[in-house]
């Protein structure tokens, strides 16, 4: 989407956060990233139809921003996104975004309690049976793609929109449209994914529209027959004392649908790239599946598919030394951060082995902490080893191609080659 603006910023460095084609290429994106680190760790960035911002990118002050949510607020404007985009669904008298992340403070906190307890860890160890099943399922079709497949589109995909499904509870053969509406929210950059539409503005507001009529559907029905899903919790959930309203429900089930799968799927086909390029690492983990645990780490944090989140700042205030001024706009940037020399050794090689994964910014911090973080580790390890269990051999059967969009992207398609146990 960014793409179409053609933007200009003061220091060109500052375009690859908001450039969806910078993020088609990670090797070129790091080096420009470690340089400001080094240089402009702070940087100013001007850009056509964007809101100027900060692009914070060491890990010391990405960290700062997030803990600090006492300045440094989410707004309706969280999800940075060209100035247009608002504007249009403004314009179309389309409510503003009210997700979780688009909240901030007391109110914030009363809508995730909604879920919170739901997404805990010992609530999450439960679903780690159904994760089980459903990676069996998956790890299974191999032998039907008899040694060749995109190990995105075939298994991380599928797998991982079916465990939100499961989370859900909603049938399986919602799938499919779950997954087109998602990469309409959220991959609308990527031609891949705008399908019929030469709009991605017309396709977004369709999405919303199909979101609604959805979960509207799903919502009557948990209300007439609970049960211990998460759309029963939504769908029956209070504040205040008074049920979620039409509007917060509605986004409550879209961060989820969207937060939950393609973020996971590019932490696990990414991941898996950089396994079949360190085959040594690969050897090491069909040894002893016990690694799956601090490889899932590493992949998440070499992954990073969250991109970045804009903060706004409600004071004057020092960060890394610059003064951000009352009103000003942040973008945290977690890929950058996950490759800080101050705090990963060795940060732009993938380690499965490395003693600090667990510094990973790839799921923010503080108030907004991912909250399904615990099921995206679960999903990442299980499918890992699942995999890596059934197959003897397995290698690139050519060049991994990736997504081009500047909020949540990564390896889109996988090919690869193996032979059975
Ligand atoms: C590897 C996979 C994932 C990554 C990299 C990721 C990353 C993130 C990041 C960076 C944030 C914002 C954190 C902040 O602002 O400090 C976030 C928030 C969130 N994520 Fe995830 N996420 C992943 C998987 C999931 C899954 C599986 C779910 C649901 C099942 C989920 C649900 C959410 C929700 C609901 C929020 C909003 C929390 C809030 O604002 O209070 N995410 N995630």
Redesign the pocket.
């Known amino acids: 989407m960014s793409d179409l603006l053609h933007p200009t910023a003061t220091d060109p460095r500052g375009l690859i956060f908001i450039t969806s084609s910078a993020f088609a290429d990670m090797d070129a994106w790091h080096a420009t990233a470690a340089e400001l680190r080094r240089e402009a760790p702070i940087l100013r960035v001007e850009a056509d139809g964007w809101t100027p911002f900060w692009a914070v990118t060491r890990h010391a002050d990405v960290f700062e921003v ?1 803990r600090r949510s006492d300045v440094f607020w989410n707004t309706v404007r969280s999800a940075p996104g060209p100035d247009l985009t608002y504007d249009m669904l403004e314009a179309l008298g389309i409510d503003p975004p009210r997700t ?2 688009h909240l901030h403070g007391e109110v ?1 906190n009363k809508y ?1 309690a909604v879920t919170n307890d739901w997404f805990k860890p010992a609530a999450v160890k439960h679903l780690q049976a159904a994760i089980d099943a459903i990676a069996d399922e998956f790890a299974d079709r191999l032998v039907e793609l008899d040694g060749r497949c995109d190990l995105a589109t075939d298994i991380a995909v599928p797998f991982t929109i079916r465990v ?1 499904m499961s ?1 859900f509870g909603v049938p399986e053969r919602d799938e499919r449209t779950m997954l087109e509406l998602t990469q309409g929210l959220f991959g609308a950059a990527d031609p891949e994914y705008l399908g019929d539409f030469t709009d991605p503005f017309d396709l977004i507001t369709s999405n919303i529209k199909k979101f609604e009529a959805y979960f509207d559907q799903l919502t009557a029905d948990r209300r007439a027959y609970p049960t211990d899903d998460l759309a029963t919790v939504i769908a029956n959930g209070e504040v205040d004392g008074a049920p979620l309203g039409d509007i917060e429900r509605l986004w409550y089930y879209i ?2 649908a969207t ?2 799968h393609d ?2 799927s590019y ?1 696990l086909s990414g991941g898996f790239e950089q396994l079949l390029r360190h085959p040594d690492q690969l050897a090491a983990l069909q040894a002893d599946p016990a690694l799956a645990h601090p490889a899932a780490e590493e992949m ?1 944090r070499w992954t990073s ?2 991109r970045s ?1 804009f903060r706004w700042a409600q004071e004057d205030v020092e960060l890394g030394g610059t003064t951000i001024a009352e009103g000003d706009v942040v973008l945290t940037s ?1 890929p950058s951060a996950n490759r800080d020399e101050a705090v990963f050794e060795r940060p732009d090689e993938f380690d499965i082995h490395r003693p600090d994964a667990d510094k990973l910014l ?12 615990q ?2 580790r679960r999903e990442v390890r299980t499918m890992l080893a699942k995999v890596l269990a059934r197959v003897d051999t397995i290698e690139l059967d050519g060049e991994p191609e990736w997504s081009g969009a500047h909020f949540v992207s990564g390896v889109k398609h996988l090919p690869v080659r193996y032979t059975l146990r």
């Open positions: 997030s979780l992340v914030h995730r939100i989370i961060i989820v937060a939950g973020t996971t932490a998440i598919p969250v989140f977690y790839s799921f923010g911090l503080g108030m907004h902490y991912c909250l399904g973080a099921v995206a």
